[in-house]
């Protein structure tokens, strides 16, 4: 299986902060890879796929890029209904695999 | 509006047997797979599997082949997930996911369903 990894694990931010999370690969997913947001007692949300398609109603604050096996998501001014753990999916290779989240928290 | 929406919290004992459900609704239900992922938390999201509805499909990632049955009642637009023989091992949240028409990331999600076995 593709393993996927995420970091930073945990980020301290403030509202209006850009921030940047970043998912990588154990190998290349070319730029089939999703973006979920998930806050406490929620389920998953989709925010963005094949790398930087935003899902409809998704806030243009949300963008996301790469390719291969480096990829990003960027929120650019941080708002209080984006603290929430966020995940990357890769859906290049059977089986779909997911990265271990990281948690944006207020700082 | 589409929606997903599950079976409540339950609490069973190692060795019992359970059937979760996902019950579909505002789209054609035969029309796109059903997943289920498990999540412990801290451990992160894994796709255990997913079926279609359509001609009751399923596919199961080879590490919980054997270990869950999924199936679907197309007469009430709804998805299973069934244990014969519960661990410990198997408490988690399990959520059932929509999968995007012709794609393999997930669309919509229910709210998930809060498995503990424990004796």
């Known amino acids: 299986d593709i393993q996927m990894t995420q970091s930073p694990s945990t980020l301290s931010a403030s509202v209006g902060d850009r921030v940047t999370i970043t998912c990588r690969a154990s190998?290349?997913?070319?730029?089939?890879l999703a973006w979920y947001q998930q806050r406490p007692g929620k389920a998953p949300k989709l925010l963005i796929y094949?790398?930087?398609t935003l899902e409809g109603g998704v806030p243009s604050r949300f963008s996301g890029t790469g390719s291969g096996t480096e990829f990003t998501l960027t929120i650019t001014s941080l708002q209080p209904d984006d603290f929430a753990t966020y995940y990357c999916?890769?859906?290049?290779?059977?089986?779909?695999?997911f990265g271990p989240g990281t948690k944006v928290e207020i700082k | 509006e589409v929606q997903l929406v599950q079976s409540g919290a339950e609490v069973k004992k190692p060795g019992e047997s359970l059937k979760i459900s996902c019950q579909a609704s505002?789209?054609?239900?035969?029309?796109?797979?059903i997943a289920w992922v498990r999540h412990i938390p801290g451990k992160g999201l894994e796709w255990m599997g997913a079926?279609?509805?359509?001609?009751?499909?399923?596919r199961y990632n080879p590490s919980f082949q054997g270990q869950v049955t999924m199936s679907v009642d197309r007469s009430i637009n709804t998805a299973y997930l069934q244990w014969r023989s519960l661990r410990a091992s198997d408490t988690a949240i399990y959520y059932c996911?929509?999968?995007?028409?012709?794609?393999?990331?997930?669309?919509?999600w229910g709210l998930g369903i809060l498995v503990t076995v424990s004796s």
């Open positions: 996911a929509r999968q995007f028409s012709g794609h393999y990331f997930f669309d919509y």
């Open positions: 999916q890769q859906y290049h290779t059977y089986v779909w695999t």
């Open positions: 190998q290349s997913i070319s730029r089939w």
């Open positions: 505002g789209y054609s239900f035969t029309s796109q797979w």
């Open positions: 094949e790398t930087s």
């Open positions: 079926i279609h509805p359509g001609d009751s499909d399923p």
